[in-house]
């Protein structure tokens, strides 16, 4: 895993408020399309043990809850615990980056390329269990600006995943098996 991001030119970062939401992270040098921009570090643990740590009560999420994100269907990263920089990535509507699993690893891959300045961001795609009403969106306000904002964090169920998205994925699985080989 970690020979495939020493492969590719190295990324640099820059923290700072953002536009959008509290504090972003910005592209300091052009990035490449399919690059591993950053992994999303924290402390590997299972969503019953998310759920235990961050309770949902009465419909209001913990605003720490922000730092948690699903590496698979058995584990979540915390990264309230051990978290990096990748934690102050803001949602976007119209994300440059996307989440994608290397073994126990959470790496956000660049969807296309990036221009120096550019802040960074992913959809957040939250899924409910329950239905994604009107009240429930607006639980979950986007701001990010983009001309195709949905104003809201939540995915719809089922909606189709991007072509960029899933060129992502193919990319990052063919590297794979070709370190495999
Ligand atoms: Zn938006």
Redesign the pocket.
Known sequence: MVQMAERVRPVRLEQRPSPRHGRGVFAASAISQHALVIEYTGELISHHEAERRYPVRNGVEDPEHTFVLELNEELVIDANVGGNDARFINH??EANLEPIAIGNQMWLVALRDIAAGEELGYDYAIELDERHTPANKRRFP?A?G?PA???TLLRAKRAPVPAQVRAAHAVVAQRLRALAD
Do not use: V
Request: net charge positive; proline share 0%; hydrophobic share 10%.
């Open positions: 976007s509507c986007c990010c983009a904002c949905r104003g």
